[in-house]
């Protein structure tokens, strides 16, 4: 199982961009899928995550301003970032997990003016 995360760029504040992630390999009916972010010098943080009970869960920092959504069938997951701050910057990682856990390589994220 692979992720491929993609849809990074950079922006300025108050943009907007779409992080994409698919799946190649074996592929599951992934449920749990989400996204983390690390910053330089800051350890790995939950941005968004559909939970195995298909709640949502946002970081309190995006509430708001980010959009999580899912095509299970395509086993794709998305990250729709509206509004965009410079501490939004970061790498973004897709998640997901079927037993064992699994993550993209990352995306670059940056918001400056």
């Known amino acids: 199982v692979q992720l491929q995360a993609s849809g990074g760029g950079s922006v300025q504040p108050g943009g907007s961009l779409r992080l994409s992630c698919a799946v190649s390999g074996r592929r599951f009916a992934f449920t749990i899928v989400g996204w983390y972010r690390q910053a330089p010098g800051k350890q790995r943080e939950l941005v968004a995550t559909f939970t195995g009970s298909s709640i949502i869960r946002y970081a309190d920092s995006v509430k708001g301003r980010f959009t999580i959504s899912r095509e299970i069938r395509k086993a794709m997951w998305y990250l729709q970032m509206n509004s965009l701050k410079p501490e939004d910057t970061a790498v973004y990682y897709c998640?997901?997990?079927?037993?064992?856990?699994?993550w993209g390589q990352g995306t670059q994220v940056t918001v400056s003016s």
């Open positions: 998640h997901t997990k079927k037993g064992d856990e699994y």
